[in-house]
């Protein structure tokens, strides 16, 4: 799953490589609200899932390990 995810930010952001560990990609300005929309949309296609308006927040999309946690919850 979090080759996936790295695939996709890539995708959204190539000019940052995002399998460098990094604690918060919103505050290192690697992602910023376009980004977020962006990347849920990717996800919710990739995953075959829809993410909830309520965990859209920036702290489920800190890192790899925050994003990765979220999809856990709606892939069964």
């Known amino acids: ?3 996936k995810i790295i695939s996709i930010l890539n995708d959204i952001r190539p000019e940052f490589d995002f399998n460098e560990p990094v ?3 919103i505050e290192a300005g690697m992602l910023d609200s376009f980004d977020l929309v962006t990347l849920v949309t990717s996800l919710d296609e990739t995953f075959n899932i829809s993410i909830d308006g309520v965990d859209i927040l920036p702290e489920n999309f800190s890192n790899i390990d925050s994003i990765s946690n979220l ?3 709606y892939i069964k």
């Open 71 to 73: 999809l856990s919850k």
């Open 1 to 3: 799953m979090n080759n």
């Open 23 to 25: 604690d918060n990609f």
